[in-house]
């Protein structure tokens, strides 16, 4: 089954999208101690019990990390009421399933909200686009982002366009967990890359260009 973990390394890089499905990937970063943080608050808990909520659900917990990210996190109340939290969905028809971070009620109908970092200026990031699009084909219309290093909540909204685009990058990486191997996308994020040296070793194939 495709999940949206892997839908959204895709859009970092597709070849890290490869490695992350077919090798794994077990590290600790500054979104998952942020998740922790924000469900804790949400309920009424302090840092302590979600510093302590973190360590026990993470084997690779790293206290650098989750202290880093307590620092950059702030919390603001938007009012919004919680159906649930860390909920995972799925659509057996298209073979996709996704965690979502909290399901809360907007009027008559319950809308996903993800949990991203830093906010661009303006709207939401493609990344957080692809996440709502990703939660209509399951069923959902429309998504709140909560900006967690500035609390800045935001709509993304799910029109034709995006469901198209989301399924089409849902078909590459159905395509990517058959075993084709696609290029790589040199970026910056290349020297945080843990395949790196994987990466390096690996030449690329006329078949991975269409990918
Ligand atoms: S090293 Fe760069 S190109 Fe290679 S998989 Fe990692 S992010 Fe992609």
């Given amino acids: 089954m495709i999940g949206l973990s892997h839908v959204v390394s895709y859009l970092t890089c597709p070849r890290l999208c490869y490695y992350r499905i077919h090798f794994g990937e077990n590290v600790f970063a500054e979104i998952h101690a942020v998740r922790e943080i924000y469900f804790s608050f949400r309920q009424g808990f302090d840092l302590e019990w979600a510093e302590s909520r973190t360590r026990s659900?993470?084997?690779?917990?790293?206290?650098?990390?989750?202290?880093?990210a307590a620092e950059k996190f702030v919390y603001i109340d938007h009012g919004l009421r919680t159906v649930d939290f860390d909920v995972y969905v799925r659509s057996e028809k298209l073979g996709v399933g996704m965690v979502v971070d909290e399901i809360v009620r907007d009027g008559e109908r319950d809308v996903p909200l993800f949990i991203s970092l830093n906010p661009p200026e303006k709207g939401v990031w493609l990344r957080d686009v692809i996440k709502a699009g990703f939660a209509a084909l399951i069923g959902f219309d429309g998504a709140r982002i909560y900006y967690a290093y500035s609390g800045d909540l935001?709509?993304?909204?799910?029109?034709?366009?995006?469901?198209?685009?989301v399924l089409k990058l849902i078909e590459r990486v159905k395509m990517v967990e058959r075993g084709f191997l696609p290029e790589k996308r040199e970026s910056k994020y290349c020297d945080l890359c843990n395949f790196k040296e994987e990466c390096h070793s690996k030449p690329e194939t006329f078949a991975s260009k269409f990918l």
């Fill in 57 to 68: 659900l993470y084997e690779n917990f790293d206290e650098g990390v989750f202290r880093r």
């Fill in 154 to 165: 935001r709509s993304a909204e799910t029109g034709y366009g995006t469901k198209r685009r």
